[in-house]
């Protein structure tokens, strides 16, 4: 089950889950559709509309990118002469 504020791992980085929310099918709008990256309501239920379910769930993420690797710089060594 997932819950808010937990975090999913991805190949690379993870989704952090703000919040779930349940809403009605009126809270749908072209608006939220197009918060939530798609061009409108039809390309959004396109996508969303799937299943035998009736019950709908805002969810809010945010991306959390992978942690890079601090490089070292090369020693920098003295030859002797």
């Not at 975090?7 to 072209?30: L, N, V, W, Y």
């Not at 061009?39 to 799937?50: F, I, N």
């Not at 070292?72 to 003295?78: E, F, I, W």
């Amino acid at each position: 089950m997932t819950k808010s504020h937990s975090q999913s791992t991805s190949c690379p980085g993870a989704i952090e889950i703000d919040s779930i929310t349940p809403i009605g099918f009126p809270d749908i709008t072209p608006e939220l559709a197009r918060e939530s990256g798609f061009s409108g309501l039809l390309d959004l239920l396109k996508v969303a509309q799937h299943g035998r379910g009736d019950k709908i769930y805002l969810i809010r993420f945010h991306y959390i990118p992978p942690r890079t690797k601090r490089k070292v710089p090369p020693s920098k060594s003295k030859k002797a002469e």
